[in-house]
């Protein structure tokens, strides 16, 4: 059974740090593309970054570049997001997304069809 497991949240406060963890798990499955995506209550969910299969190729969110960084592991069948100088804006359930039919970092939700269940972060100001 394919399954991708989110790590790491919990309440920071702005200006904090926090490193999201994404494991993915199953026999004979290698994640392609994977992602991170967001939803606050009441809001869609959107895009946060994405990391191509190789890791050459990154996609971020105007409203996170230059504070996020993700990278992969694929031996460790891992993704990580390191969220730097969070913002209340921040606050949200992450999911962690991944693909096996594509190794291209995609920002659409539709690219994706594995899914973790979600993590809390929460960012006070």
């Known amino acids: 059974q394919v399954q991708l497991v989110e790590s790491g949240g919990g309440v920071v406060q702005a200006g904090d740090s926090l490193r999201l963890s994404c494991a993915a798990s199953?026999?004979?499955?290698?994640?392609?593309?994977m992602a991170w995506f967001r939803q606050a209550p009441g809001s869609e969910r959107e895009s946060v970054a994405a990391?191509?299969?190789?890791?050459?190729?990154?996609y971020f969110a105007d409203s996170v570049k230059g504070r996020f960084t993700i990278a992969r592991d694929n031996d460790k069948k891992t993704m990580v997001m390191q969220m730097n100088n969070a913002k209340p804006a921040d606050t949200a359930s992450y999911f962690c997304?991944?693909?096996?039919?594509?190794?291209?970092?995609?920002?659409?939700?539709?690219?994706?069809?594995?899914w973790g269940q979600g993590i809390q972060v929460t960012v006070s100001s």
């Open positions: 997304a991944t693909t096996k039919a594509t190794i291209n970092a995609s920002r659409s939700s539709r690219s994706y069809d594995i």
């Open positions: 199953g026999r004979s499955f290698t994640p392609l593309a």
């Open positions: 990391i191509s299969f190789m890791g050459a190729n990154t």
